[in-house]
């Protein structure tokens, strides 16, 4: 499906690395490869869960 049919996606809308390559100066892969990183990381999938249980069982 397509976004808006008035609006060119060709040459105005900005996805994904088409995104980043025009504003911004990280790339893409290396965001993704580091969120990738963080959220198979035990510690910080133990803080999330610490948070949730917190916040379901306000334990």
Known sequence: MKGNIYVSEETH???GEKFFKEFLTIKY???DRYLKNVSEDKEIVEIF???YKKIR???
């Open 13 to 15: 809308i900005y996805r």
């Open 29 to 31: 892969e290396d965001l």
């Open 57 to 59: 069982y306000g334990k």
């Open 49 to 51: 869960d610490n948070l």
